[in-house]
């Protein structure tokens, strides 16, 4: 039977609103980021998950467990990380984003990874699902690369169309995209 994900992107970052992009640097959520976790628990309260699992970097765990603590049990998994900048973990979004685009879809950030890298650790990771959640209605908490990731394994998209079709870029954030894994 077919596995429903629904995937979330943790709340905004101390780093996200300076315009940082954190990667692996285990930053705190905002002030808003932790009134947006909290409403998610809201806005969710109609669906009904098996498990939650996430990023196990804090601003993804923290989400989840405003979300959905004493409801959900909640798996933190580092399968589901950001992409690794490297030495550009923590460097303005500037700078990191442009690289994302194109030389790091295949091309580790220095001393870091690329957006294959990420692919491949949530190949692994939704092939752990096929084998443990068959039929089951799985959350994911995590970020902006897992979530990429995604589109490409389960929507048959390019890393040129999910990153031009990313929904930060025409900023159009939901309570929760819907992948299916058959």
Same mark, same amino acid.
């Given at each position: 039977?077919?596995?429903?994900?629904?995937?979330?992107?943790?709340?905004?970052?101390?780093?996200?609103?300076?315009?940082?992009?954190?990667?692996?640097?285990?930053?705190?959520?905002?002030?808003?980021?932790?009134?947006?976790?909290?409403?998610?628990?809201?806005?969710?309260?109609?669906?009904?998950?098996?498990?939650? #699992?996430?990023?196990?970097?804090?601003?993804?765990?923290?989400?989840?467990?405003?979300?959905?603590?004493?409801?959900?049990?909640?798996?933190?998994?580092?399968?589901?990380?950001?992409?690794?900048y490297?030495?550009?973990?923590?460097?303005?979004?500037?700078?990191?984003?442009?690289?994302?685009?194109?030389?790091?879809?295949?091309?580790?950030?220095?001393?870091?990874?690329?957006?294959?890298?990420?692919?491949?650790?949530?190949?692994?990771?939704?092939? #752990?699902?096929?084998?443990?959640?068959?039929?089951?209605?799985?959350?994911?908490?995590?970020?902006k690369?897992?979530?990429?990731?995604l589109?490409?394994?389960?929507?048959?998209?390019?890393?040129?169309?999910?990153?031009?079709?990313?929904?930060?870029?025409?900023?159009?954030?939901?309570?929760?995209?819907?992948?299916?894994?058959?």
């Amino acid at each position: 039977m077919p596995i429903k994900i629904t995937y979330f992107v943790h709340g905004t970052s101390v780093d996200n609103e300076k315009e940082i992009s954190s990667g692996w640097s285990d930053v705190e959520l905002s002030e808003l980021g932790v009134r947006q976790s909290v409403e998610l628990k809201e806005q969710t309260k109609d669906m009904k998950f098996d498990v939650v #699992f996430c990023s196990d970097l804090k601003r993804a765990y923290d989400s989840a467990k405003l979300a959905w603590e004493g409801v959900y049990e909640i798996i933190p998994d580092a399968r589901l990380r950001e992409c690794n900048y490297g030495d550009l973990n923590g460097v303005s979004s500037d700078v990191v984003e442009p690289m994302q685009e194109d030389e790091a879809i295949s091309k580790p950030f220095p001393n870091g990874e690329s957006y294959e890298d990420v692919k491949t650790h949530i190949a692994d990771f939704l092939n #752990f699902l096929k084998q443990n959640y068959d039929g089951k209605h799985i959350a994911i908490v995590a970020h902006k690369a897992p979530q990429l990731s995604l589109d490409v394994l389960l929507k048959d998209k390019t890393w040129k169309q999910a990153l031009a079709e990313d929904w930060r870029k025409t900023k159009s954030w939901r309570p929760g995209w819907e992948y299916e894994l058959k």
